[in-house]
């Protein structure tokens, strides 16, 4: 009896992120999931009526690899391949490890096709997510550590200026002086004291805001109601040019058909801003002589994997800027707090940014040269 075109339970296999194909030992093409069709851009009935040799840049290996399954001198093989994808782009191909098991006794080959960027993005995600599950953890406990004593600071500094200016009899006990000294030596002296003071205030109020600021990743989105994306867009824009009003230009590319999610929507202006005051700070000189440019651009992303699930739409915020790029020697870093290419920087906007993203089961990635830097915020839509 011949063995059916399509593999039993085949539905299961379109759950997967994975690409997945069932062929012949001759390389016809019995079955496609849904990733593969969506990945190369064919449709599934062209290519169960192809052979999956033709989907290759270099035949060869899955040409070997067939043979070798047939004569039973494996039961596996495994190599990389450049796969065709969009046909009416000759030149659009994609890296990937194929791995082709023997499906039955009928000669059959399941085919597992893994995108190597997609592999690697998902293997540097689930670092990130590790690193910001440790990074929380050591923040939170550092910033309590900090914030008890300067309460404490700053509370003594304040009785401190409360005690500068003493009566009269008291002056020669603070100077160990016999005599009240002159009324312009104890204003001198009250001056300075109080300038010293309100160091110790300034600083301290400085370390607290900078100790709410690695506490608040801890707190839970507020889900308060449908997030419009370009209604946070317009908002940093309108924010970051009321900062830079000469010298920057600002440019939109909506699509107008992303539909409203479920968010935080302070957070995800936060998150926004904060990326986009990152590229005004690496633009710096170009602003100063008026050739800053800043792209907002969103679009649906379909079937696109974020961390360890497939996701049928997302939204894609791409934010450009036309600045000097990410210095290498932060590129691998640039998400970890106290990270900082900028002299006097906090290095702490992006680990928020990532963070917030990241609590709407969303990812910011990046890619920069010199002269273009893209991050690019992706969450899933429902």
């Known amino acids: 009896m011949n063995a059916p075109a399509v593999p039993a339970g085949a ?39 192809g052979n999956v040799l033709d989907w290759f840049v270099d035949a060869g290996p899955m040409r070997e690899t067939l043979h070798a399954l047939a004569r039973d001198e494996v039961t596996t093989g495994r190599f990389e391949a450049q796969l065709k994808r969009a046909p009416l782009a000759p030149g659009d191909v994609l890296l990937v490890r194929v791995t082709a098991t023997q499906l039955d006794a009928e000669g059959r ?17 689930e670092r990130s997510l590790e690193l910001a599950r440790a990074n929380k953890a050591l923040l939170r406990n550092l910033a309590h550590e900090i914030k008890n004593p300067l309460g404490g600071i700053r509370g003594a500094a304040q009785l401190l200026e409360m005690e500068l200016d003493p009566p009269p ?29 309100q160091v110790i205030i300034h600083e301290c109020d400085r370390l607290q805001a900078l100790v709410d600021r690695l506490l608040v990743p801890h ?13 946070v867009c317009e908002r940093v824009r309108l924010l970051i040019l009321s900062e830079f009003p000469l010298g920057l230009q600002v440019e939109r590319d909506y699509d107008i058909s992303i539909p409203e999610f479920r968010g935080d929507r302070e957070q995800l202006i936060q ?27 969103t679009r649906i992303v ?20 036309n600045g000097p790029g990410v210095p290498d020697a932060i590129r691998d870093r640039i998400f970890e707090p106290l990270v900082s290419g900028r002299e006097g920087g906090s290095g702490l906007g992006l680990t928020l940014a990532q963070d917030f993203v990241q609590q709407h089961q969303g990812t910011i990635e990046f890619d920069s040269v010199p002269g273009r830097t893209d991050f690019t915020i992706l969450i899933p839509l429902p």
């Open 109 to 125: 080959v399941l085919l597992e096709m893994v995108e190597i960027e997609q592999q690697t993005r998902q293997d540097r995600e």
């Open 219 to 231: 707190r839970a989105p507020q889900v308060v109601g449908d997030v419009n994306i370009h209604e």
């Open 302 to 321: 379909r079937q696109r994997t974020i961390g360890k699930g497939r996701h049928r739409l997302a939204l894609e915020l791409l934010i450009r800027d």
């Open 11 to 49: 539905d299961a296999y379109d759950q997967l992120v994975t690409m997945v194909a069932v062929a012949d030992a001759d390389g016809h093409c019995r079955f496609a999931n849904a990733a593969l069709e969506n990945t190369i851009a064919v449709s599934r009935r062209a290519l169960v009526r």
């Open 271 to 297: 998150a926004v801003l904060n990326i986009v005051r990152n590229a005004t700070e690496a633009m710096a000189e170009s602003i100063a002589a008026g050739s800053a440019r800043l792209l907002l651009r």
């Open 169 to 197: 009899g008291g002056w020669r006990r603070k100077l160990g002086l016999r005599e009240p000294p002159p009324k312009a030596v104890r204003a001198g002296f009250v001056r300075g004291l109080t300038e010293y003071t």
